[in-house]
């Protein structure tokens, strides 16, 4: 059975999700976080310290949407838009956007929200929404008319960017999103599958 090293709000909830929607039968195991700090042994399992860590058998994944699309691909699920069909190339950008895109402002305001006090300062956490205010209104304008990011179907690519648009809500921005990324992310959460996800991590 799969093994998912989780925290909560950590990327982690990106496989859990994909598990869950899968119905795919995995072992949650709950990190202290950050692990480099609360829990050094966890080391021996990611050298980098981050969560999340996927472990199948002798496989081991830590990128977290890397590990959803061996998720997907493993247990059969058509959560992925293959070459060839419709929506690919709105697939990858979305898929990619999720996480090389929205990740780098909302780290920064996490680290600016929550790190040690002595590292935090106003302009970079004002530079940080900016930006990242600036990056969802592309997802804003793809939205127009759409209820999924690609193929006209839920995927990956959804549960890339609807975790960002999770972490925001931590971070209390929803009342910034637009009104399709507002609709969109109340539709992610409404599936049961990221309710179960989330429920944990
Ligand atoms: N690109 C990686 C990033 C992993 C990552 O940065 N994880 C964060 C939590 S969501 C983490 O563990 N941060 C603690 C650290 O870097 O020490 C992925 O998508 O899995």
């Given at each position: 059975?799969?093994?998912?090293y989780?925290?909560?709000?950590?990327?982690?909830?990106?496989?859990?999700?994909?598990?869950?929607?899968?119905?795919?039968?995995?072992?949650?195991v709950?990190v202290?976080?950050?692990?480099?700090?609360?829990?050094?042994?966890?080391?021996?399992?990611?050298?980098?310290?981050?969560?999340p860590t996927?472990?199948?058998?002798?496989?081991?994944?830590?990128?977290?949407?890397?590990?959803?699309?061996?998720?997907?691909?493993?247990?059969?699920?058509?959560?992925?838009?293959?070459?060839?069909?419709?929506?690919?190339?709105?697939?990858?950008?979305?898929?990619?956007?999720?996480?090389?895109?929205?990740?780098?402002?909302?780290?920064?305001?996490?680290?600016?929200?929550?790190?040690?006090?002595?590292?935090?300062?106003?302009?970079?956490?004002?530079?940080?929404?900016?930006?990242?205010?600036?990056?969802?209104?592309?997802?804003?304008?793809?939205?127009?008319?759409?209820?999924?990011?690609?193929?006209?179907?839920?995927?990956?690519?959804?549960?890339?960017?609807?975790?960002?648009?999770?972490?925001?809500?931590?971070?209390?921005?929803?009342?910034?999103?637009?009104?399709?990324?507002?609709?969109?992310?109340?539709?992610?959460?409404?599936?049961?599958?990221?309710?179960?996800?989330?429920?944990?991590?």
């Open positions: 059975m799969m093994k998912v989780y925290a909560p709000f950590a990327r982690s909830l990106r496989i859990l999700w994909t598990l869950e929607e899968l119905n795919a039968p995995y072992e949650p709950r202290q976080f950050p692990p480099r700090l609360a829990q050094p042994d966890y080391l021996h399992i990611n050298p980098l310290g981050q969560i996927l472990i199948d058998g002798d496989v081991k994944l830590f990128e977290s949407v890397g590990a959803c699309e061996y998720v997907n691909e493993t247990n059969g699920g058509d959560l992925a838009i293959a070459p060839g069909q419709p929506g690919r190339a709105d697939y990858l950008q979305w898929l990619w956007y999720g996480e090389a895109t929205l990740m780098p402002p909302l780290g920064t305001m996490v680290r600016q929200s929550f790190g040690p006090e002595e590292g935090r300062n106003a302009t970079a956490l004002g530079e940080a929404k900016a930006s990242l205010l600036e990056r969802l209104a592309l997802v804003e304008a793809h939205l127009e008319g759409r209820q999924y990011l690609a193929g006209d179907r839920f995927t990956l690519a959804d549960i890339s960017v609807a975790y960002g648009l999770n972490l925001g809500g931590m971070l209390r921005l929803t009342d910034d999103y637009g009104p399709n990324v507002a609709a969109y992310f109340e539709r992610m959460k409404a599936r049961p599958a990221f309710q179960a996800a989330a429920a944990q991590a």
